[in-house]
């Protein structure tokens, strides 16, 4: 276990989770993730006896589903953490033990380089600087009832967000009904028939990471309608294809990145999707961001510099945030 790795553990732990003697710790993982889970432990036992692993079935992209059927045993626990391959943090069980008071960080450990992703940098960003260059574009964004994005490259895409509010990712779970996440983002659960315009894909494929060339993309009524037919294009359609769901082309959430340690190359999903300078569309289920959308599943596409806009003001422009 390299140092790193456990250095990362560490702050999941200490700093994000800020876990207490004789709370009960459950770290969900799979078997790709052992060496992770078993830092995770380390360090919360440091503090606590009360530490449960469990492993789920590996590579399921629908592990959504296993882990709502999973509800009453996850209500027994004050602390959760999906260490998971991907994210669980939209399924209506992490919306149900958040209102039980329990807190959840959604810890998805994906990466394509074969580096664990706690040993990443961008794990150092300090919440704190987070949250403050967030403060005035979460304030905007919940004073809009929509929001427009355009980037060099040509994207110009209209989302709604009336009655939904935008929140923050900053690590943070160490409160009673806390939701966290190690993607340090601004997200809106956004309205699920109000995504409209043509987007140009030239970030990350989520999971899959960087396409080798950029991809067209038409959003229509809520939903990804046309996908250029290039050979990064066709390998995205494949990939939504095989969830099994027409849920998944749901444009469910907006997402704004705000870690400045992060760099979007395509070797991990949470550092793309979270890199300051970049948003992102959360594809599929919106559940526990605020939405009403359930689907087989949650993955992101991510794009470079936009300019943001929340109603008719420029919260974020080419990429560099300008409402802080």
Same mark, same amino acid.
């Given at each position: 276990? +390299?140092?790193?790795?456990?250095?990362?553990?560490?702050?999941?732990?200490?700093?994000?989770? !800020?876990?207490?003697?004789?709370?009960?710790?459950?770290?969900?993982?799979?078997?790709?993730?052992? &060496?992770?889970?078993?830092?995770? !432990?380390?360090?919360?036992?440091?503090? @606590?006896?009360?530490?449960?692993?469990? =492993?789920?079935?590996?590579?399921?992209? !629908?592990?959504?589903?296993?882990?709502? +059927?999973?509800?009453?045993?996850?209500?027994?626990?004050?602390?959760?953490?999906?260490?998971?391959?991907?994210?669980?943090?939209?399924?209506?069980?992490?919306?149900?033990?958040?209102?039980?008071?329990?807190? #959840?960080?959604? *810890?998805? *450990?994906? /990466?394509?380089?074969?580096?664990?992703?706690?040993?990443?940098?961008?794990?150092?960003?300090?919440?704190?600087?987070?949250?403050?260059?967030?403060?005035?574009?979460?304030? #905007? *964004?919940?004073?809009?009832?929509?929001?427009?994005?355009?980037?060099? *490259? %040509?994207?110009?895409?209209?989302?709604?967000?009336?009655?939904? /509010?935008?929140?923050?990712?900053?690590?943070?779970?160490?409160?009673?009904?806390?939701?966290?996440?190690?993607?340090? $983002?601004?997200?809106?659960?956004?309205?699920? /028939?109000?995504?409209?315009?043509?987007?140009?894909? @030239?970030? +990350?494929?989520?999971?899959?990471? &960087?396409?080798?060339?950029?991809? !067209?993309?038409?959003?229509?009524?809520?939903?990804?309608?046309?996908? $250029?037919?290039?050979?990064?294009?066709?390998?995205?359609?494949?990939?939504? $294809?095989?969830?099994? @769901?027409?849920?998944?082309?749901?444009?469910? $959430?907006?997402?704004?990145?705000?870690?400045?340690?992060?760099?979007?190359?395509?070797?991990?999903?949470?550092?793309?999707?979270?890199?300051?300078?970049?948003?992102?569309?959360?594809?599929?289920?919106?559940?526990?961001?605020?939405?009403?959308?359930?689907?087989? %599943?949650?993955?992101?596409?991510?794009?470079?510099?936009?300019?943001?806009?929340?109603?008719?003001? =420029?919260?974020?422009? @080419?990429?560099?945030? =300008?409402?802080?």
């Amino acid at each position: 276990m +390299s140092s790193k790795m456990q250095k990362g553990a560490d702050i999941v732990i200490h700093r994000w989770c !800020q876990l207490k003697r004789r709370e009960k710790l459950l770290i969900i993982t799979d078997h790709s993730h052992l &060496r992770e889970s078993a830092a995770l !432990q380390k360090s919360a036992e440091i503090i @606590d006896d009360f530490v449960v692993t469990i =492993v789920i079935p590996e590579n399921c992209t !629908q592990a959504g589903t296993l882990f709502d +059927s999973m509800l009453e045993f996850l209500l027994s626990n004050d602390v959760i953490i999906g260490a998971t391959n991907y994210s669980l943090i939209t399924t209506r069980a992490v919306r149900e033990v958040l209102t039980h008071g329990s807190r #959840y960080l959604s *810890l998805p *450990l994906s /990466t394509n380089n074969g580096r664990s992703m706690l040993a990443f940098d961008f794990m150092g960003m300090d919440p704190e600087e987070a949250r403050r260059c967030s403060a005035n574009m979460i304030h #905007y *964004l919940n004073e809009s009832d929509t929001v427009r994005i355009t980037t060099p *490259l %040509g994207t110009n895409l209209t989302f709604g967000k009336k009655g939904r /509010t935008a929140g923050l990712f900053h690590g943070m779970a160490s409160h009673p009904g806390q939701v966290g996440s190690s993607s340090f $983002e601004v997200y809106i659960g956004i309205e699920e /028939t109000k995504t409209n315009g043509h987007a140009v894909l @030239d970030g +990350s494929m989520g999971y899959v990471g &960087r396409p080798p060339e950029h991809i !067209q993309l038409e959003f229509r009524d809520g939903r990804l309608v046309s996908i $250029e037919h290039n050979e990064s294009g066709i390998f995205l359609q494949d990939y939504m $294809e095989r969830f099994g @769901d027409p849920g998944i082309f749901v444009a469910g $959430e907006l997402g704004i990145g705000l870690n400045k340690k992060s760099r979007c190359l395509g070797n991990c999903y949470i550092e793309d999707e979270s890199t300051y300078g970049i948003f992102h569309i959360g594809m599929g289920r919106n559940l526990a961001l605020g939405g009403v959308h359930d689907a087989a %599943g949650h993955f992101d596409l991510v794009f470079h510099s936009p300019t943001i806009y929340a109603g008719d003001v =420029v919260i974020m422009k @080419d990429g560099l945030v =300008v409402a802080s």
